[in-house]
């Protein structure tokens, strides 16, 4: 990563941790080079009643064409589409993630990306067997928050079963 402020963007920043985040990096694909941009956030599946952390992949070429031109727009390049698109796990919910450049996380905004060396990754998981009791339950996409709509089915049904996951991925950053 050569430090642009645009090639790690955390979306949905406007507490300690974003919602949502996209970065352009090199993965060899099927493309003409390998730059491509990639992005991680949840999703409401109705169906199964939970979450599903879903991966946004655009290979080299579609991501040369959106950096080429005389602005870039990153919200085109990181446009959630299911061509675009794929499952990595059901039932993650409460995705974050927060820079930091000491031992502490720090709110998304509050230095620039340049100076981020880490990113700390957070979300909580459930086990497919545990998911599928809620498919026959009331539950929708507040029950999952907490406090949420419904405290009593949250901790009853999802609590329980409930893991959390907390890491830190390191960045290199290059002058």
Request: aromatic share 10%; with cysteine; net charge negative.
């Amino acid at each position: 990563m050569n430090g642009d402020p645009q090639m790690i963007t955390l979306k949905d920043d406007t507490g300690t941790y974003a919602k949502e985040a996209y970065v352009i990096t090199p993965i060899p694909n099927a493309g003409k080079s390998e730059l491509c941009a990639v992005g991680y956030y949840c999703a409401w599946d109705g169906v199964a009643k939970a979450f599903t952390l879903k991966r946004l992949f655009k290979d080299s070429d579609a991501t040369i064409t959106s950096l080429q031109g005389p602005t870039v727009n990153f919200a085109t390049l990181y446009t959630k589409v299911p061509a675009n698109e794929e499952d990595l796990a059901a039932c993650v919910w409460d995705l974050q993630f927060a820079p930091g450049v000491d031992a502490d996380p720090e709110p998304p905004s509050s230095t620039p990306s340049t100076s981020w060396h880490w990113i700390e990754v957070r979300f909580k998981s459930m086990g497919p067997t545990a998911a599928r009791k809620l498919r026959n339950l009331a539950v929708s996409e507040s029950t999952w928050g907490t406090p949420s709509t419904d405290p009593t089915l949250y901790r009853n049904t999802i609590l329980p079963y409930e893991q959390q996951f907390v890491s830190r991925v390191m960045i290199q950053q290059t002058q």
